[in-house]
């Protein structure tokens, strides 16, 4: 994304940072994070996206990208 993206919000990149290490930290190196809005877009390896679904993974998710300052977390299924 870049700055001029309309559906950024202000300090997304920020945001996209923290979440992108804090989900590295909780074993999730692979994933990346995309900032739309309230909504971190978490886009991977099919594998890994799947594996942010099971518990205690997906807690561990919610925590590190809710703690990045997203209300939202969703999945990108098409990478590209």
Not at 7 to 26: H, V
Not at 34 to 41: F, H, K, M, S
Not at 71 to 76: D, F, G, I, Q, T
């Amino acid at each position: 994304m870049t700055v001029s993206d309309p559906n950024m919000a202000p300090g997304a990149d920020a945001r996209e940072a923290a979440a992108t290490a804090a989900l590295a930290a909780a074993g999730f190196p692979a994933l990346r994070v995309r900032a739309l809005g309230d909504v971190a877009a978490l886009a991977g390896p099919p594998s890994v996206l799947a594996a942010t679904l099971a518990e205690p993974a997906r807690a561990d998710v919610l925590a590190a990208v809710r703690g990045a300052g997203f209300r939202h977390v969703a999945l990108e299924l098409a990478d590209g």
